[in-house]
Antibody, heavy 119, light 107 residues
Framework: EMQLVESGGGLVQPGGSLRLSCEAS????????MHWVRQAPGKGLVWVSR????????SYADAVEGRFTISRDNAKNTLFLRMDGLRVEDTALYYC?????????????WGQGTKVTVS | DIQMTQSPSSLSASVGDRVTIPCRAS??????LNWFQQKPGKAPRLLVY???TLQSGVPSRFSGSGSGTDFTLTITNLQPEDFAIYYC?????????FGQGTKVEIK
């Protein structure tokens, strides 16, 4: 079964740091682009960041550029999101998601999410 | 950035109804439009990608249409398990952007 499992969320003070992890199983992790998407309590989905299969290409939303760093360890089938300089407005459920294919860039597999609270 | 607009934010429907959920992009995105379903406490689920291609395992009562700036998700013969929030998302350019969602509620 293809699966993504996030971890690393928690309660942190403004200005603090966290590192989220997303462990993949059931598919060839290194072959896929991966993204992070977040959802504030009671709100909609917001794209955060993406990384290509070998980790050489990354992109970020303006709201997190310069504060968040996406990376991956293909040997461990794990995606990361390092979050520094956290703000109250970063409070959200953070999902990792796999891209189905390079043509349509649709997120076909999602994790269950890990909760980040900045307060 | 490309803005995705979903209106209405909610609609009421009955089991067995045909429901259409619109989505509009602020600029042409060709067919780079995906639809997701989200139920309370659950991760989003991909329903349709490339504007009209049904994701594997998704019931055929779901369909997507449109290109350019105007898109529609249609649910025929609405089932109890279809009451959820539906999001459109463009994959044409960065940053990826989602609509604000349309909640389908029981009438």
């Amino acid at each position: 079964e293809m699966q993504l499992v996030e971890s690393g969320g928690g309660l942190v003070q403004p200005g603090g740091s966290l590192r989220l992890s997303c462990e993949a199983s059931g598919f060839t992790f290194s072959s896929y682009w991966m993204h992070w998407v977040r959802q504030a309590p009671g709100k909609g989905l917001v794209w955060v960041s993406r990384v290509n299969g070998d980790g050489s290409s990354t992109s970020y939303a303006d709201a997190v550029e310069g504060r968040f760093t996406i990376s991956r360890d293909n040997a461990k089938n794990t995606l990361f999101l390092r979050m520094d300089g956290l703000r109250v407005e970063d409070t959200a459920l953070y999902y990792c998601a796999r891209v189905k294919n390079a043509i349509w860039d649709a997120f076909d597999i999602w994790g269950q999410g890990t909760k980040v609270t900045v307060s | 950035d490309i803005q995705m607009t979903q209106s209405p934010s909610s609609l009421s429907a009955s089991v067995g109804d045909r429901v259409t959920i619109p989505c509009r992009a602020s600029h042409s995105i060709s067919s780079y439009l995906n639809w997701f379903q989200q139920k309370p406490g659950k991760a989003p689920r991909l329903l349709v990608y490339g504007a009209s291609t049904l994701q594997s395992g998704v019931p055929s009562r779901f369909s997507g249409s449109g290109s350019g700036t105007d898109f529609t998700l249609t649910i025929t013969n609405l089932q109890p398990e279809d009451f959820a929030i539906y999001y459109c998302q463009q994959s044409y350019s960065l940053p990826r952007t989602f609509g604000q969602g349309t909640k389908v509620e029981i009438k």
